[in-house]
């Protein structure tokens, strides 16, 4: 996250023009200087988000998940898929939870098989978050390098890869997801796979038509004119100044990808080594937990799903507001 | 470049990208391992009976003989028989895409209803209350799973209350002689209400939060001042002059939108038990069917590229400022 908050003092993302030849400048490395860059532009962007309460309280809740998925084998009372027995010998299944008056002392209570289900639910954040950054990483960092290049260098090079984002756009997500998961076999890496493929189409389409109009601003030219690579140019120049686009594609992606892991798994296409929230519901459906009315077997892991894509579109949102100027009041 | 020009260029792109998906399932699933004929072919059968099976699919051809007849097949949307029920593909897609259209396009036509009315309003009354709460609930849902909100809608309906039914498209046991009998109608409706008010909730954020954008645009240009200084009232403004302008935008949004939703029927027809293409096409991928497979990804496929084609088209007779170049 962009959680550095810099005391820079207002000096834009182009201040690497500006400051041009004079001699502070030239004591620093060009990787101090590129990385000071970036921080100084996530440092204003960071300003501007933490104005909004609900963006401070998404990336609290998305800390406090990611904190979950950490600690989980270290706080859950036992293994994800450990059979759980009661006094008598018996399997523990269908048990309520303590407070609601069963017995046994299981937070959430147990599963039809005898899994502790506070356990699963503690466990199943791994999967949703491991999914959910690892996507929108690869998802925003594929997309805006395809958008970049494909802007910069316009032309063939332009044709040739938005055909292939039209092509792309015309797989249907969640049936394309289905298809490859399921024949290239059910696995956490194969759905990770899977959503990049089919979801980096979105930000190589919008980066690109930013990289177009960036192309024709005269720092862009200046910067050509004074014998800049191509790579330079794109890495120094564009990225910084799309990079707020892409933070708002990385956030819209984690809650498409975790939407999308949740309703793999629920259709039965979960990754079988691994507990995770969509796979709770599949198992709470196959159970007929409805009809048992154990809601908590299915209430809190959707709870636990949308808390984490609320975030994901809520700070999304702020990014908008920063991209989008007419949106801010 | 003139209109027409543009009409064939993007009809001759639509053909293309039918082709290219074609091609990339037909790679996908002849690639992948494990032989489709041990799930074709009881195992007990003896060598020559498998053998005629076999030959009978077209599976004993080398690759690039069967990728000719697949594309001759895609060609006139015949996808074989289904290695299951042996029952012609095209008959399974006839069969189960009117439920799966009659269920989205009901959610569908009451998602945008409400979607764009209450973005309407969301937009004229900017920083009300009303705006407030109406994007709140907009997000809410779009971020709840809909196939979560709708394990919540059995629960509480269905197995607490007993008002919906928990499962289906029809009551079993009844047989009708005809479709246009008024019982079997009704039952119908009485199995769509609840799948389809979940999947239109979860619908409508998408165009109550783009008609408030695009009001907010449409508001800020000169001539609704201009219609204020004509006297003409708030209401006929609100919706005659800015909505109509601000609507452009959701038309085509929502020609998109509808072809990536008939791909996402899957979820909910599976909590609810609808008997929809959507159901068919997951259980055809878990038991290895792959002609059915293939037939109904294609038709997914074919929805969202005509839709989109459509999206283009459209965009351009309904806005006379756009140029093609």
Sequence with gaps: MCAQISQSDGESIFADLDDEGSEREEEISPRKRQLRLYRRALGEQWRVLSQDNLVVASVITLLFFITMAITAPFVAPYGQTERLTADDGTIAQWEQPFWYGGEGGYVLGTTAEGYDLFSQLLYGSRAALLVGLLAAVFVAGIGTMVGLVSGYYGGRVDDALMRLVDFMYGLPLLPTVILLVALAGPSLVNLILAIIVLQWRTTARVIRSQALSLRERPFVKAAKVAGASDRHIILKHLAPNVLPLTFLYGAFSIAWAILTEAGVAFLGLGDPNHVSWGTMLQSARSYNALTHEAWWWFLPPGICIALVVISGFLIGRGYEEITNPELQE | ?325
């Design chain 2, 1 to 325: 470049m003139g209109r027409a020009q543009f009409v064939v260029r993007r009809t001759l792109q639509l053909i293309v990208t039918l082709w290219a998906v074609a091609t990339a399932l037909f790679l996908l699933f002849r690639s992948m391992p494990g032989d489709p004929t041990t799930y074709i072919v009881d195992p007990s059968l003896s060598g020559e009976a498998r053998e005629r099976l076999i030959e009978s699919y077209g599976l004993n051809e080398p690759l690039h003989v069967q990728y000719m007849i697949y594309i001759q097949d895609v060609a006139t949307l015949s996808f074989g028989q289904s290695f299951h029920s042996n029952r012609a593909v095209r008959d399974i897609i006839a069969l189960y895409l009117p439920r799966t259209l009659l269920l989205m396009l009901t959610a569908f036509f009451f998602a945008y209803l409400i979607g764009i009315t209450v973005g309407i309003i969301a937009g004229w009354r900017r920083n009300s209350d009303f705006e407030r709460r109406s994007v709140f609930i907009a997000l809410i849902a779009r971020s709840f799973p809909d196939f979560w909100v709708g394990l919540i809608v059995l629960w509480i309906f269905g197995a607490w209350l007993d008002v919906i039914p928990m499962s289906g498209m029809r009551s079993g046991g009844i047989q009708y002689d005809s479709y246009w009998n008024v019982e079997l109608w009704l039952d119908t409706i009485w199995h769509l209400i609840a799948p389809a008010a979940v999947l239109g909730f979860y619908l409508m954020g998408y165009p109550l939060l783009l008609m408030r954008n695009s009001m907010l645009e449409v508001l800020s240009q000169d001539f609704i001042e201009v219609c204020r200084a004509r006297g003409l009232k708030e209401r006929s403004i609100m919706f005659k002059h800015a909505a109509r302008n601000a609507l452009l935008p959701i038309v085509t949004a929502g020609a998109v939108a509808l072809g990536y939703a008939v791909g996402g029927s899957v979820l909910i027809e599976t909590v609810f038990g609808w008997p929809g293409m959507g159901r068919e096409m997951v259980n055809a991928v878990l038991r290895r069917d792959y002609p059915v497979a293939q037939g109904t990804f294609f038709i997914f496929a074919m929805t969202v590229i005509l839709l989109n084609f459509i999206a283009d088209l459209a965009y351009g007779f309904l806005d006379p400022r756009v140029t093609y170049d």
